[in-house]
C-alpha cells in the first residue's frame, strides 16, 4: 500500500462524492511548506494562506472554486527595499473521479489536493518586477542612495538616458483626422 503523504491543502470529499448537486464551502488557513515562487518576491515557507474553498459535486467528480489569500515577501525592484505584497488568486478546476482515463486532477482516496493547483495561481500573480510604489524612482546612479530618501537627488539628469533622443520631439496638438470625417461622411451617404 503507499502512504499517502499529508498535505494542508488536501481537502476531504468523502460526504460529496458521487452526490451529483451537494455542495459545502470550506474555509481554511494553511502553512506553505515551502517556498511559492523564485523571483525578486516569492510567499515564504511558513507562510499562511488563506483559502476559501467551494466543493460541488457533479457526475463527474468535484467542482472546486478558490480564492487564496497570501503575502508575497521581497525587495523592490527598483530600490531594493524589502517589501511585502499581497497576493490574491482565484482559480476553478475539475477533479474527475477515477476513469480509466488519463485526467490531470483526480479525486484520490476521497480527498482533493489543492496544492499544486495553489502554488501554480500564487506563482502566476507574482509580479515580475515589483515595486514599493507605483511610482518609486530607484536608486542614484552615482551615489546608490534611494532617491525616494534624498529627494535632492532628482534632477532631469537622472532620467532614463534611453529616452533622451525623444526629449527635442514636442508633442503635437490632434484634433482629429480630416480624413476620418470625410471618410464616415461618404460611408453615411452611401
Not at 48 to 57: C, P, Q, T
Not at 97 to 108: D, F, K, L, N, T
Not at 145 to 154: G, I, K, N, S, T
Not at 163 to 168: D, P
Request: contains cysteine.
Amino acid at each position: 500500500m503507499v502512504a499517502i503523504k499529508h498535505s494542508p491543502f488536501r481537502v476531504n470529499v468523502r460526504d460529496l462524492v458521487n452526490r451529483p448537486g451537494e455542495m459545502r464551502e470550506h474555509p481554511f488557513t494553511a502553512v506553505a511548506a515551502d517556498q511559492m515562487g523564485e523571483g525578486l518576491v516569492a510567499v515564504r515557507a511558513g507562510s499562511e494562506l488563506d483559502v476559501d474553498v467551494r466543493l460541488e459535486s457533479v457526475h463527474e467528480g468535484i467542482l472546486v472554486t478558490a480564492e487564496v489569500d497570501a503575502v508575497a515577501e521581497g525587495e523592490c525592484g527598483r530600490c531594493l527595499i524589502d517589501i511585502a505584497l499581497p497576493v490574491e488568486v482565484e482559480f476553478q478546476e475539475l477533479f474527475g473521479y477515477h476513469s480509466g482515463e488519463a485526467i490531470e486532477y483526480e479525486v484520490q482516496d476521497d480527498h482533493v489536493d489543492l496544492e499544486p493547483l495553489i502554488r501554480d495561481a500564487v506563482v502566476l500573480a507574482l509580479p515580475f518586477q515589483p515595486v514599493c510604489r507605483p511610482d518609486c524612482p530607484g536608486l542614484d546612479l552615482e551615489t546608490g542612495l534611494r532617491l525616494a530618501d534624498h529627494p535632492e537627488l532628482v534632477t532631469p539628469e537622472h532620467s532614463d538616458p534611453r529616452w533622451s533622443a525623444l526629449a527635442g520631439f514636442q508633442a503635437s496638438e490632434d484634433n482629429g483626422s480630416d480624413d476620418a470625417s470625410d471618410a464616415d461622411q461618404q460611408r453615411e451617404e452611401r
